[in-house]
């Protein structure tokens, strides 16, 4: 886990600060991490044609739901600039 690199310095270094206090980079945090995108991915990949694919991360992304997945940002990081 690491900055945007699209941020000002000063933001870099409180995202790096935040990441550190939330021991965001913890190998247990990193497996959960991995593990969800792995079952996004697989689901993701089932589904045949771009139209469905893209359905699928919608609906599973959209911000209008009561309950988010989890790593909720990663994801929309991850499969957002493939929508």
Same mark, same amino acid.
């Given at each position: ?7 000002? =310095?000063?933001?870099?270094? %409180?995202?790096? $600060?935040?990441? /550190? !206090? #939330? &021991?965001?980079? @913890? ?20 589904? =045949?044609?771009?139209?469905? %694919?893209?359905? $699928?991360?919608? /609906? !599973? #992304? &959209?911000?209008? @739901? ?18």
């Amino acid at each position: 886990m690491y900055p945007n690199q699209d941020l000002e =310095e000063d933001d870099k270094n %409180k995202a790096i $600060y935040t990441i /550190d !206090l #939330l &021991n965001l980079q @913890h190998s247990i945090l990193i497996d959960m991490r991995k593990t969800q995108y792995e079952i996004i991915l697989e689901e993701y990949l089932s589904h =045949e044609t771009e139209e469905e %694919k893209n359905t $699928y991360i919608e /609906d !599973l #992304l &959209n911000p209008s @739901h009561n309950r988010y997945p989890a790593f909720y940002s990663m994801l929309k990081k991850l499969f957002y600039q493939n929508v």
